[in-house]
Nanobody
Framework: QVQLVESGGGLVQAGGSLRLSCAAS????????MGWFRQVPGKDRDFVAS????????YYADSVKGRFTISRDNAKNTGYLQMNILRPEDTAVYYC????????????????WGQGTQVTVSS
């Protein structure tokens, strides 16, 4: 089992920045792919970014490419999502997730999930 807890969400103006954190506990975090997803009410959970176990390979949704950066610090069992140049359409609940053998954009392939953190971007 891996337990994930997100933090760092909040209210920010368009053009601003936020850094989300995902603290992991339980089984060895470093052996899992970490992903970030987001969801707005009434819509599916959308892929944002993922990073492999070593941090050497990353993958981004087109909508965030060039603005968001995913990273991880395995020594601290923590993952991050740096979000810059935020737009109102980035408003959502953001979830971190861990997958044992998958690094893609399908949320059904991720094994563990955090409870989510709200990000609101005002125009």
């Amino acid at each position: 089992q891996v337990q994930l807890v997100e933090s760092g969400g909040g209210l920010v103006q368009a053009g601003g920045s936020l850094r989300l954190s995902c603290a992991a506990s339980g089984r060895t975090f470093s052996s899992y792919v970490m992903g970030w997803f987001r969801q707005v009410p009434g819509k599916d959970r959308d892929f944002v970014a993922s990073i492999n176990w070593s941090g050497t390979s990353t993958y981004y949704a087109d909508s965030v490419k060039g603005r968001f950066t995913i990273s991880r610090d395995n020594a601290k069992n923590t993952g991050y999502l740096q979000m810059n140049i935020l737009r109102p359409e980035d408003t959502a609940v953001y979830y971190c997730a861990a997958a044992a053998l998958y690094s893609g954009n399908d949320p059904n392939r991720y094994n563990y999930w955090g409870q989510g953190t709200q990000v609101t971007v005002s125009s």
